[in-house]
């Protein structure tokens, strides 16, 4: 059986007699059992998902409604709750714990009869751009084995990538979503700060954080953040804006004017994506759209200022993760100050330690204007730069990631190197506005590239009907 691309095809065989949900969960658990080097999933709801599938056929023959996203089978990165289930962010520190609710975006999803297949591995924390900091082992990128697929939402792209589900849920703080997405050659989008209910994710910079849908289909990416967006009495910074039907975009129409920042293309990304994005910005100019090559000064200091201010939130909601509320308590504890200091010691992996002593830094007396308080005006400089830019620009342009996915190890050693990878993606977080990821292109070796399309906020619909129409 070929891939499915489109949740639509699956339900039109499935209201032809064509298929099953149980035939179609038996096809993604016999992928995920072909493909273990791939380290995808941390847990497979095998039998769960069997019985939810034959329930949902039973209803369907008996001719019962059926939500919007019935036949869909899903995975979820291992930091969106779902109650009764277990969750660690990929850290050694919730060992065990399991989740006493689901989150708001887990919930819409199951309203709407999407079928949960299990948690996908991730950075710990989130917190990464290879998916080799989970405590559980690295992904492992599906079309080679010896490279990454990209992080910190690594699983959930290997496992759509592979066929290993249909769709899958990420987060995305700093790109997240969109670099793993771009590196295993599928769509991903980080929506509108505030779009999406952020009720029942693990927090990694609250500020950032967003979830979202990675597909094969821009379609489906669509209909997902309908089905999860809008307001949530969970969560004060979810939005009350109506939420459009974005499942019913279409091509925009007429020509269309992009910005590129002129340091894309001054010796940053590698030669073939150079050739592949400058090769896009001459059909696009040829189809008739503007492309200005425009200077945006701030792009250097994009990483840096994420950094600051992503630790300096991490380094505060991670200290709830004590040994005394959830997840593993360090077994030589023997009293309160060693509950938290081995417990935290021992739980966390390098990178989180790192980023927890980053943003006490940047926190700390006498450091704090120097850095967190600077950074915050740069936030704030940078937002409404983007949106100057954004008044006289249908869309920023860019690749997503500066490099096709690159091997295991590679930058694992130089964390400065990988962080600099996440400069196209970064700025969207930073400044709240809705970016996706798109395949554009291949390189030799047949690693996929993504296009980054980054709108002004709550511009979702623009978004997918831009993308649409360059795709
Ligand atoms: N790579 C970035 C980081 O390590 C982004 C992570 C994310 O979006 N969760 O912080």
Redesign the pocket.
């Known amino acids: 059986m070929s891939a499915y691309h489109r949740l639509a095809d699956i339900q039109a065989d499935l209201a032809a007699g064509k298929t099953t949900c149980v035939a179609l969960a038996e096809g993604y658990l016999s992928r995920i059992k072909a493909r273990p080097e791939l380290n995808a999933f941390l847990e497979v709801f095998e039998e769960e998902l069997l019985q939810q599938a034959a329930a949902q056929d039973a209803r369907r023959a008996e001719g019962q409604p059926l939500g919007r996203l019935h036949g869909l089978i899903i995975g979820l990165k291992d930091n969106i709750a779902y109650q009764g289930h277990r969750f660690s962010a990929s850290s050694k520190i919730l060992e065990g714990f399991e989740s006493l609710f689901s989150a708001t975006v887990t919930e819409r999803l199951l309203a709407e009869d999407a079928l949960i297949i299990g948690r996908l591995n ?2 710990e ?5 290879s998916n080799e ?1 989970s405590a559980y082992g690295p992904v492992r990128h599906p079309l080679d084995t010896e490279r990454v697929p990209g ?3 690594g699983g959930s792209a290997a496992a759509v990538a592979a066929n290993l589900c249909h769709a899958a849920l990420g ?9 793993p997405a771009s590196l295993c050659g599928i769509y991903g989008l ?1 929506p509108t700060y505030g779009r999406i209910s952020r009720h029942g994710l693990i927090a ?2 609250s500020s ?2 967003q979830a979202g849908p990675m597909t094969r289909s821009l379609e489906d990416c669509a209909l997902l953040l309908e089905v999860m967006a809008g307001p949530d009495q969970f969560d004060a910074t979810a939005a009350r804006k109506p939420v459009p039907a974005y499942s019913d975009y279409q091509p925009a129409s007429g020509t269309m004017r992009f910005a590129v920042y002129e340091e894309v293309l001054q010796g940053g990304l590698e030669p073939e994506l150079e050739a592949a994005f400058k090769a896009k910005i001459e059909a696009l100019k040829e189809a008739g759209h503007t492309v200005d090559f425009v200077k945006f000064p701030y792009l250097d200091l994009l990483v840096p200022v ?2 600051l201010l ?2 300096a939130e ?1 380094s505060s909601n991670l200290s709830r993760y004590t040994g005394v509320l959830y997840g593993k308590r360090s077994p030589e504890a023997t009293d309160l100050r060693t509950t938290y200091t081995l417990s935290r010691s021992q739980g966390f992996g390098e ?1 989180v330690k790192r ?1 927890i002593m980053l943003g006490t830094f940047v926190l700390s007396e006498g450091y704090y204007d120097a850095f967190y308080g600077k950074a915050q005006k740069v936030r704030r400089v940078v937002r409404d730069e983007t949106r100057k830019l954004l008044e006289s620009h249908d869309a920023i342009l860019s690749p997503t990631s500066p490099v096709a996915a690159f091997k295991l190890g590679e930058k694992s050693n130089d964390p400065i190197q ?2 600099l ?2 400069i196209f ?2 700025q969207a ?1 930073i400044v709240g506005m809705p970016a996706i990821t798109v395949p554009f292109a291949n390189n030799s070796a047949g690693l996929p590239y993504g296009l980054q399309l980054m709108c002004g906020p709550w511009q979702e619909e623009k978004l997918f009907s831009l993308t649409a129409a360059i795709e």
């Open positions: 991730c950075d924390f989130a917190m990464g751009s900091n992080g910190s939402s987060t995305d703080t700093g790109g997240s979503i969109r670099q980080k990694y910079g950032f954080d994420y950094y992503a630790t991490a990178e980023r990988l962080y990878a996440d993606t970064v977080n």
